[in-house]
Nanobody, 118 residues
């Protein structure tokens, strides 16, 4: 069972930045970031596998996804944050599939809250 632990969430003003981290207990092929705001479905932000990374259109240009050299820590650099970015942010991982669809991921972290005030 792969354990994922997120950190780095917090409260910031609009225009600010945060860097989220997700540490995996072991290497796993694909890791991704998701978020879920109250009353909304969980949506994919980006994923990374091998030397490939992908960011969704909703955050492209403001967010960056990256991984450490051991490929066990996933990062999400979030710049120019907006109130609409307020959500619980989750890290997910899967040994076989990589996409922005939450249903494709087997392992999930507990989430870290990001709150952006105007």
């Amino acid at each position: 069972q792969v354990q994922l632990v997120e950190s780095g969430g917090g409260s910031v003003q609009a225009g600010g930045s945060l860097r989220l981290s997700c540490v995996a207990s072991e290497f796993i092929w694909c890791m991704g970031w998701f978020r879920q705001a109250p009353g909304k479905e969980r949506g994919g932000l980006g994923d990374i596998y091998s030397d490939n990374s992908f960011l969704g259109d909703s955050v492209k240009g403001r967010f960056t996804i990256s991984q450490d050299s051991a490929r066990k820590t996933l990062y999400l650099q979030m710049n120019n944050l907006k109130p609409d970015d307020t959500a619980m942010y989750y890290c997910a991982a899967d040994p076989l599939r990589c996409s922005l669809s939450p249903g494709n991921y087997k392992f999930w972290g507990q989430g870290t809250q990001v709150t952006v005030s105007s």
